[in-house]
C-alpha cells in the first residue's frame, strides 16, 4: 500500500510538471548495443535495445488509473482477504504487478515494452493462481497461463517481425519510415498489424480471447480477479492507441477487421453476461463489453480521416477501470455473505447489505454512462458502427441492471447449512474502499465530458464538445435498457433467473458437444496417425541412427590412432590453399 501510494503521489508530481507543457518528457538509455554486421543498411549493422522512458499526458492519467485501482484493491483485500492463503506472497506479486504495468506504460522502445508486459503477464497468472491449494482453482487458473501466453507470443512476434523489417524498435523512429523504408511491403506490414492486435486484444480480453478471466472469475481470489481486469485494460488500450498508427499504415482492410473484431466482443460479452447466473462472471463479461467499446472507438478515430476522437476511447476505458475493479469486490463480498455464486439463491441484498448492493449499482452506472460519453465524442450522426455499439451499450445497461437486481431484491431463502438472518453487512473497514474506485471512475468520467481539461489534456489536440442531443441519445439507449430489465425483474424474478439458467445449460451443452466432436474428429486421427507413424518409421529411423553412431564410432577409433599434430598440420596447409585459389583475382 506504501509503495503504491509513493507512486500514486510521483504520477500526481509529474503531471503537474507536464500540465502547462505539450513536450512530453523523454529520456533514453543505451542498454544493449552489439556490431553484428559491417555492410549492408546501418539499421541492420548492429543489434540495438534502448531503455526510452516517455511519459506524456496519456501517459500520467494512465498511471493514476492503474495505481488508483492498486490502493482501493489492496485496502479491501486487507479486512476481506486475511483468510487468503500466502498474504506475503500475494503483496509481493502486487508490488511487481504495479512495476512491471509502470515499465509498460512509459516504454517507447518496443523490446522494453515487451520485456515489462511479460513480467505482467507471468505475475497476473501466479495472482490468479494464488490458491494453488485447490485443485478447482489450480485446473481454472491454467487457461489463465496458456491462452495469455499465445497472444503475449503473438505481440512479441509482431515485435520481432517489424524489426527484421526496419531494424529500429523505437516508435519515435519506427513510425515515419514505414512507407519509406527500403524493402518495406503492405503485405509485411499487414502480418506485423495483425500480429500487435492479436497480442494486445488478448489482454483486453477480446472474443474468443475472453476465456483467461471468466473461467477464474470464481475460483480466482477476488482482489487478484480485479486487478487482473482493471489493470490491463488501461495497459493494452494504452499500448493499442500508440501502435494504432503501425495498423493504419498497413491497409484500410486490416484496421476494418480489427474493428469487426471489437464490435463482435461488445456485443457477445454483454450478451453472453445474460446466460448464467453468476454474479462475478457477469460483471467480468460487462467490463470486457465496455473496454470493447473503448477499443472499437480507438480503432474507429484512427481509421477516419482528420479526426481526433480516438482518445475518446482510450478515456473510456480509463474510467470504467476502477468501477470494475469496484464492481469485482461488491459482488465478491455479497457472493461470500451469502455463500453462493447463484443470483437465483441470492437476494434481500438492499435490506441486508445495502452499502455492497449501492456500491455494485454505482459501479455499473460508470461503466454505462463511461461508454455512454465516449460514443457522444465518436458518433454524432447514425452509421453502421455506432448502431453495433449502441446494441453493446444496451447490453451492457440490461446486464449492470440485472445483476444488481438479482442480488438486491427477492428472497433469499434457507439452504443445507445457511441461515439468512446471519447474512449481514461486510466488515465496516471494507465498506468504503469499493465507493473510492467508484469516485475514481466517476471523476474520471465527469473530467472527460469536459473537452478542455479532459480530452485536450490528454492528446494536446482541440475536442469540440457534443451536442444535448448526442449525449440524450446515447443515455436513451442505457434508461431502455434499465427500464426492460425492471420490467422483467418486477414481474418475475424468479422466471428471468430461470431462463438465464435454462440459456446456460443448453450453453454448456453445446460447447461439450463441441469439445467432442472436436476430440473425435480432430485429436483422434491426429492421435491415430502419429501412433503409425511412431510403429512404422521410428524403429528404422532409430536403427539408421545406430547404424551412423557405430560408423562414426570407428571411425573415432581409428581417428585416436593417428599422429594429430601431422594431421593437424597438413588440414592447415589445404585451408590455406583452399583460400588462396577463391580470393578475388588469383584467376585473372
Known amino acids: ?15 503537474w510538471g507536464l500540465a502547462k507543457t505539450k513536450t512530453p518528457f523523454l529520456h533514453a538509455y543505451q542498454y544493449v548495443n552489439m556490431p553484428v554486421a559491417f555492410s549492408g543498411p546501418t539499421a541492420f549493422q548492429s543489434f540495438a535495445v534502448d531503455i526510452v522512458l516517455r511519459v506524456d499526458h496519456l ?14 484493491v489492496l485496502g479491501w483485500n486487507q479486512v476481506m482477504g486475511r483468510s487468503e492463503p500466502g498474504p506475503a506472497r500475494f503483496h509481493a506479486l502486487v508490488s511487481l504487478l504495479l512495476f512491471a504495468c509502470v515499465g509498460a506504460l512509459v516504454s517507447w522502445d518496443l523490446a522494453e515494452l515487451i520485456a515489462f508486459w511479460g513480467l505482467a503477464g507471468a505475475v497476473t497468472y501466479l495472482l490468479l493462481a494464488q490458491r494453488w491449494g485447490s485443485d478447482e482453482a ?8 496458456a491462452l495469455p501466453f499465445v497472444t503475449d507470443l503473438s505481440l512479441l512476434c509482431g515485435v520481432a517481425w517489424l524489426y527484421s523489417r526496419y531494424g529500429v524498435q523505437n516508435l519515435t523512429s519506427l513510425v515515419p519510415i514505414l512507407h519509406t523504408n527500403p524493402g518495406w511491403t503492405v503485405r509485411s506490414l499487414v502480418v506485423a498489424s495483425i500480429l500487435l492486435f492479436i497480442g494486445v486484444g488478448g489482454r483486453l480480453a477480446l472474443w474468443p480471447l475472453h476465456s483467461w478471466l471468466t473461467q477464474t472469475s470464481v475460483t480466482a481470489p477476488p482482489a487478484a480477479l480485479a486487478l487482473a481486469q482493471a489493470v490491463w485494460s488501461v495497459v493494452a488500450i494504452v499500448v493499442l492507441y500508440r501502435v494504432m498508427p503501425i495498423l493504419v499504415a498497413s ?11 471489437c464490435g463482435v466482443t461488445a456485443i457477445g460479452a454483454p450478451l453472453l453476461a445474460l446466460v448464467g447466473n453468476e454474479p462475478r462472471r457477469i460483471v467480468t463479461l460487462l467490463g470486457i463489453g465496455a473496454s470493447a467499446v473503448g477499443a472499437a472507438i480507438v480503432i474507429f478515430g484512427f481509421q477516419v480521416p482528420y479526426s481526433t476522437f480516438a482518445v475518446a476511447g482510450v478515456a473510456c476505458v480509463l474510467a470504467i477501470a476502477p468501477a470494475r475493479a469496484a464492481a469485482v469486490l461488491a459482488a465478491s463480498a455479497i457472493a461470500a455473505a451469502m455463500r453462493t455464486d447463484n443470483l437465483a439463491e441470492i437476494g434481500e441484498a438492499w435490506a441486508r447489505m445495502r452499502v455492497s448492493a449501492m456500491a455494485l449499482l454505482l459501479a455499473g452506472l460508470v461503466l454505462a454512462l463511461s461508454s455512454s460519453s465516449a460514443l457522444a465524442f465518436a458518433f454524432s450522426t447514425r452509421s453502421r458502427t455506432g448502431l453495433v455499439l449502441a446494441e453493446g451499450l444496451l447490453l451492457i445497461s440490461i446486464g449492470a441492471l440485472r445483476v444488481f437486481m438479482g442480488v438486491a431484491f427477492g428472497p433469499l431463502r434457507r439452504r443445507r447449512a445457511f441461515e439468512p438472518d446471519r447474512v449481514g453487512e461486510a466488515p465496516p473497514a471494507s465498506r468504503s474502499w469499493p465507493y473510492l474506485l467508484v469516485a475514481g471512475g466517476a471523476l474520471l468520467w465527469v473530467v472527460m465530458l469536459v473537452p478542455r481539461l479532459g480530452l485536450d489534456f490528454l492528446d494536446g489536440n482541440k475536442h469540440p464538445a457534443p451536442s444535448f442531443a448526442a449525449y440524450a441519445l446515447w443515455v436513451a439507449v442505457i434508461l431502455i435498457g434499465f427500464a426492460a430489465v425492471a420490467i422483467a425483474y418486477v414481474r418475475n424474478k424468479d422466471g428471468a433467473l430461470k431462463a438465464s439458467a435454462v440459456a446456460a445449460a443448453w450453453l454448456d451443452r453445446l460447447g461439450a458437444a463441441g469439445s467432442r466432436g472436436f476430440a473425435r474428429f480432430i485429436v483422434a486421427p491426429v492421435t491415430e496417425i502419429a501412433i503409425r507413424i511412431g510403429d512404422r518409421w521410428i524403429p528404422a529411423g532409430d536403427a539408421a541412427v545406430g547404424s551412423a553412431l557405430e560408423a562414426t564410432g570407428r571411425f573415432a577409433v581409428m581417428g585416436a590412432r593417428l599422429p594429430v599434430l601431422p594431421i593437424f598440420v597438413a588440414l592447415a596447409v589445404v585451408l590455406t590453399l583452399v583460400v588462396g585459389l577463391a580470393a578475388p583475382g588469383v584467376f585473372k
Request: positive net charge.
Open 1 to 15: 500500500m506504501f509503495g503504491a501510494v509513493v507512486t500514486l503521489l510521483l504520477t500526481v508530481l509529474v503531471g
Open 59 to 72: 501517459t500520467v492519467a494512465a498511471l493514476v488509473a492503474v495505481e488508483l485501482c492498486m490502493i482501493g
Open 138 to 145: 489450480a485446473i481454472r487458473a491454467r487457461v489463465a497461463l
Open 251 to 261: 491497409n484500410s482492410q486490416t484496421v476494418r477487421a480489427c474493428l469487426y473484431a
